[in-house]
T-cell receptor, first 110, second 113 residues
Framework: GQSLEQPSEVTAVEGAIVQINCTYQ??????LSWYQQHDGGAPTFLSY????GLEETGRFSSFLSRSDSYGYLLLQELQMKDSASYFC???????????FGDGTTLTVKP | EAQVTQNPRYLITVTGKKLTVTCSQN?????MSWYRQDPGLGLRQIYY???????DKGDVPEGYKVSRKEKRNFPLILESPSPNQTSLYFC????????????FGNGTRLTVT
């Protein structure tokens, strides 16, 4: 099976940098993805790491270390609109089953 | 516009009354999937389909059925809904089985009384 663990809540101030960690136990997956969800709306794709290392997309970066079973999402220059829930996710390579972490609620304060 | 469309957005029903939530995508995606989201539990996969006539169970399939007769449609069927199926449901699709990004519908909030 697959399981992913994330912190349930993170709080930061506008303009700061925040890191959301994701540790996983899985027996084979394509890569680690990150999604953002505002207040029960549709989750939207943010970033994906197929290989170890850092991927950068504007203010957002994501990192994966398969040897450590660990990844993180880094959000820079935080804005109020970044207040949302963030989910890490994997898709198994031996089937189409996908697994999400329980999500991290980020609150950005002025 | 490329999108995943779910209907209805909100549904209140009673225990045991069969219902179907429709999902349609216009991006010619092979992979489609259903999730339920409950407070504090994130997104849990119900069923997925890797192509037409190919479906398989996710982590929480009990009480649900799906079908994939056409590439664009992937309806979720609750034959006999129960109150524990009250939840927020999302349909998603992606081009292929691999980890290509999932495109989500806007969700269906289901209440079973």
């Amino acid at each position: 099976g697959q399981s992913l663990e994330q912190p349930s809540e993170v709080t930061a101030v506008e303009g700061a940098i925040v890191q959301i960690n994701c540790t996983y136990q899985t027996s084979g997956f394509y890569g680690l993805s990150w999604y953002q969800q505002h207040d029960g709306g549709a989750p939207t794709f943010l970033s994906y790491n197929a290989l170890d290392g850092l991927e950068e997309t504007g203010r957002f970066s994501s990192f994966l270390s398969r040897s450590d079973s660990y990844g993180y999402l880094l959000l820079q220059e935080l804005q109020m609109k970044d207040s949302a829930s963030y989910f890490c996710a994997v898709r198994a390579t031996n089937a189409g089953k996908s697994t999400f972490g329980d999500g991290t609620t980020l609150t950005v304060k002025p | 516009e490329a999108q995943v469309t779910q209907n209805p957005r909100y549904l209140i029903t009673v225990t045991g009354k069969k219902l179907t939530v429709t999902c349609s995508q216009n991006m010619n995606h092979e992979y489609m999937s259903w999730y339920r989201q409950d407070p504090g539990l994130g997104l849990r996969q119900i069923y997925y389909s890797m192509n037409v006539e190919v479906t398989d169970k996710g982590d929480v399939p009990e009480g649900y059925k799906v079908s994939r007769k056409e590439k664009r449609n992937f309806p979720l069927i609750l034959e006999s809904p129960s109150p524990n199926q009250t939840s927020l449901y999302f349909c998603a699709s992606s081009p292929r089985q691999n980890n290509s990004p999932l495109h989500f519908g806007n969700g269906t909030r289901l209440t079973v009384t």
